[in-house]
């Protein structure tokens, strides 16, 4: 897969650009201000308008049916800077595909907008665009958190899970997380967004958003009374 360090700088991809070379009126980085991506991350943010084309640029063997539609792009690296998969957002409002999500390896793979330190707590995330507002993150890119958990060199690890009180989906995987001895998010009751993109477009800071982390983690036999409380379904 192609290095970041051996691309050029203006153009990287016949099929895609960088948010930070586009104009500020350009749909795409409208799209993530509106999100309130930090624009610091924009130098690995891209945008394409020719999404199957872009895939099949930097991964050949791609076999997946894709449309040609505009995308914000998440690329996934590994330890080397390779891109071993993404995370792509329609621009489109009627999309039936919202986000997809591709794996050009074998394994389970997550993204992680930079470095983690594993003497630190590590939190596990579902969506991509969460983890731009998390320290020390990484988003699954689905809910299958324990997953990616276990790959994870880190002795210290949460899942945070999005704040779905009535998806049953969430509901079990949540409570099989707590059953397996996991630390785990369980949101206050007061907090009425879905995911944290969501809670920060409302108006919360990443400073009270790690409070919240920080202080509705839990484990065991407290975190069965408070997600007890906290589930609907």
């Known amino acids: 897969f192609p290095s970041h360090d051996n691309i050029s700088k203006n153009v990287l991809y016949e099929n895609a650009e960088k948010l930070c070379d586009l104009s500020i009126e350009h749909s795409c980085v409208k799209y993530a201000l509106d999100r309130k991506i930090p624009e610091k991350y924009f130098g690995d943010l891209f945008y394409t308008e020719k999404f199957a084309s872009f895939v099949k640029e930097i991964h050949a063997e791609n076999e997946k049916e894709l449309s040609e539609d505009e995308r914000l792009i998440i690329p996934i690296r590994d330890h080397y800077n390779h891109i071993i998969g993404l995370s792509a957002r329609s621009l489109n409002k009627n999309s039936k595909l919202r986000y997809i999500h591709l794996n050009f390896t074998d394994d389970k793979i997550f993204f992680a907008k930079e470095a983690l330190n594993p003497q630190e707590k590590v939190r596990v995330l579902e969506g991509a665009i969460d983890s ?13 958190l324990i997953g990616t958990a276990k790959l994870l060199h880190a002795p210290d690890k949460v899942l945070v899970y999005d704040n779905e009180p009535r998806n049953k989906e969430i509901v079990k995987l949540i409570s099989s997380a707590i059953e397996q001895g996991h630390s785990v998010v369980i949101w206050p009751e007061t907090l009425q967004e879905k995911d944290i993109n969501e809670m920060i477009i409302n108006g919360l800071t990443e400073i009270e958003l790690d409070d919240i982390i920080n202080n509705r983690t839990f484990k065991g036999l407290q975190a069965k009374l408070k997600f007890s409380s906290w589930r609907k379904c």
């Open 132 to 144: 731009f507002f998390v320290k020390n993150s990484v988003a699954s890119g689905n809910s299958d």
